[in-house]
């Protein structure tokens, strides 16, 4: 499992891929999978911190 330092990178990540991904006006479908992998970052983070 990973640690918080880690997950927390990720999570800055994939927040960064995501406005950036927006900005470009990519395909909803594509927000929505990246969307959908920040919600499961911040879930794992959630259950490590809690």
Avoid: F, G, H, W
């Amino acid at each position: 499992m990973p640690t918080v330092d880690c997950l927390r990178k990720q999570i800055e990540t994939v927040r960064t891929e995501m406005y950036d991904a927006y900005e470009k006006s990519v395909e909803y479908n594509e927000l929505v999978k990246i969307s959908q992998e920040l919600d499961d970052l911040l879930n794992q983070l959630d259950k490590l911190i809690n």
